[in-house]
């Protein structure tokens, strides 16, 4: 089965710097669209970045020039390269992955960013 376990998140000042990585197991990761999500509490998730089986890229608006999602398919990783963290920044992170054939959501546990001084 499709299994995502995300790290990396944690306690960090504003302009601060963080790396979330999301190890994959369970499926054929190269063919997988793989994303990062962030929801906060009573707001609905939303998505942050995301990178297509071959290689084009989505940002959100509020994190272009920011952040940097990157893939290893030989890992079969995906991370964020967050910098120049912002107070609202601060979400519980979650990785994806997208099917290529029903387009189906998977999605890990989560880690909590707090941006925060």
């Known amino acids: 089965q499709v299994q995502l376990v995300e790290s990396g998140g944690g306690l960090v000042q504003p302009g601060g710097s963080l790396r979330l990585s999301c190890t994959a197991s369970g499926f054929t990761f190269s063919s997988y669209a793989m994303g990062w999500s962030r929801q906060v509490p009573g707001k609905e998730r939303e998505l942050v970045a995301r990178k297509s089986n071959v290689g084009s890229t989505y940002y959100a608006d509020f994190v272009k020039g920011r952040f940097t999602i990157s893939r290893d398919n030989a890992k079969n990783t995906v991370h964020l390269q967050m910098n120049s963290l912002k107070p609202e920044d601060t979400a519980v992170y979650y990785c994806?992955?997208?099917?290529?054939?029903?387009?189906?959501?998977?999605w890990g546990q989560g880690t909590q960013v707090t941006v925060s001084s």
């Open positions: 994806s992955a997208r099917s290529p054939t029903n387009l189906r959501n998977y």
